[in-house]
């Protein structure tokens, strides 16, 4: 079965085409955020299973500017580190390969903003609290985030961490930035599509200053919003062709956003392998591999996407829990 063929991410060999989605990990984490030895044990389990590629749950590469991310695994702390290079390690033991999910933020998706005003790539209303206005990001924070990027990756390298995946689906902060319906700068980060996606950009290069040119980055976005005045699939085209030639070593294709959130966290009424044609169309203009997800837990559909060329890797989510 190609499903059980090795596979490779840039430079990285992977032992077959199987992978963990990655998926908050709620109260299995301590309470200051740290993956301790519930985390190790969960994603040692997987690796046991025989998953090839485990890809964690998010890490915030900067905790200033959303205070929640306190209780948020915190990659600039010594002991968060010495935690997660042990489960580097069991992961490593039983042959697997693991990435961990950086994100620049929630932005107007944010839960419980707390004291402070919620943040955005424009000042638009919030999704939970529509009455409450993110305010829009300085260049000089943005920019900032961008180094916390480089910060993150090399520190996660330096845990034994093999790459990285980058949060930018879902219409969380980078996809605000992406995306014109939330992006409305006037300076280097808005405008036309090549002002929208510096951001990302520019941090897949931080991680490649900071962590290696041979350190893989795998972006994570979704082709269409399915949502009014959101990302249509020809624009999502382009952007894949601009991730690869900014060094992207993979693309996770996911769809939707809060607003259609039946996409992205998909119910019983989604058909199986309902986003494998998006994958596709991906697959057909880059030629880096191309992580195809979305109820793909029955093994004869997820080696028929393989072998129709659909993708490169079937990402799994509640079919590994």
Known sequence: MKLFEPGKIGNLNIKNRIAMAPMGLGR????????????????AARAK??????????????????????????????????????????????GAKIFIQLTAGFGRVVRNAGKSQPISASDVPCFFLPQVKARELTTQEVEGIITAFGIAARNARDAGIDGVELHGHEGYLLDQFQTALWNKRQDKYGGNLAGRLKFPLDAIAEIKKEAGRDFPVIYRYGIE??????????????????????????????????ETSYYPHPSTYQPPAFMVDMASAVKKVVGIPVISVGKLWYPELAEKTLQDGDADFIALGRGLL
């Open 225 to 258: 919003h399915h949502l009014d005045g959101g990302r249509l699939v020809p624009e999502s085209l382009e952007i894949a062709v601009l991730l690869e030639k900014s060094g992207a070593d993979a693309l996770h294709v996911d769809a939707g956003c809060y």
């Open 28 to 43: 299995i984490a301590e309470p200051d955020g740290r993956w301790g030895d519930k985390v190790l044990e969960y994603y």
């Open 49 to 94: 299973g025989e998953t090839g590629l485990i890809i964690t749950g998010l890490a915030p590469v900067e905790r200033m500017l959303e205070p929640m991310w306190a209780t948020h695994l915190d990659l600039r702390n010594p002991v968060h580190l010495e935690g997660l290079s042990k489960i580097a390690e069991a992961v490593h033991f039983f």
